[in-house]
C-alpha cells in the first residue's frame, strides 16, 4: 500500500488592510455625492486659481471652515463665485454647518484619498500663507507643511 503524504494545512493569506482608506471610505459613508463633489469643486479651484477672484473666494472660504477663528471669511466674497461655484459653497457651508460629521480637511482627504502622513489641512496652511493671510502660520514652518501637503 502507498502511503499518502497529507500535506500540512496552509496559513490563511495574510490580508493587509489599510486602516487609514478604511476610515477614509467610512467618512465618505457619512456625506451624499452632492455634498462631496461640491467640496472637491471648491478645492479644485482653489488649487487652480488661488491667484484669481473665484479661487481666492474658494480658498478663503475652505480656510473659515477649516479654522474660522484664525481665518475669518466675509460673506460679501461670495458675490465673486459663479452660479457653479456658488452652488458648491452653499452645499458646503450647510453640509458643515447642519451635518459635519469631520473637519472639512479630513473631509478632503477621504475623497481624495490622501496617504498617510499628508493632508489637505497643509495644503490650506499653505494656501493661506501664500494668501498673506492673517493668521498664517509662521515662515519657518512651510518646509515642513510642504513635505506634508496632500
Request: charged share 25%; aromatic share 0%; net charge positive.
Given at each position: 500500500m502507498l502511503a499518502t503524504q497529507i500535506a500540512a494545512?496552509?496559513?490563511?493569506p495574510t490580508i493587509q488592510v489599510d486602516t487609514r482608506r478604511a476610515y477614509q471610505l467610512a467618512t465618505l459613508a457619512h456625506y451624499s455625492q452632492q455634498q462631496?463633489?461640491?467640496?472637491?469643486?471648491l478645492f479644485d479651484a482653489g488649487q487652480r486659481m488661488l491667484d484669481t477672484g473665484g479661487g481666492g473666494t474658494c480658498g478663503r472660504l475652505l480656510l473659515g471652515i477649516y479654522n474660522g477663528d484664525r481665518f475669518p471669511f466675509d460673506l460679501t466674497d461670495l458675490r465673486r463665485l459663479d452660479d457653479r461655484l456658488h452652488d458648491a459653497a452653499m452645499t458646503v457651508l450647510y453640509m458643515d454647518s447642519r451635518s459635519t460629521y469631520v473637519e472639512i480637511h479630513v473631509l478632503?482627504?477621504?475623497i481624495l484619498a490622501v496617504p498617510?502622513?499628508?493632508?489637505t489641512g497643509n495644503t490650506l496652511e499653505l494656501w493661506a500663507h501664500r494668501m498673506v493671510l492673517k493668521g498664517r502660520c509662521k515662515k519657518e514652518c512651510l518646509p515642513d507643511l510642504?513635505?506634508?501637503?496632500a
Open positions: 494545512p496552509q496559513a490563511a462631496q463633489e461640491a467640496a472637491l469643486h478632503l482627504d477621504a498617510s502622513g499628508k493632508s510642504k513635505a506634508r501637503a
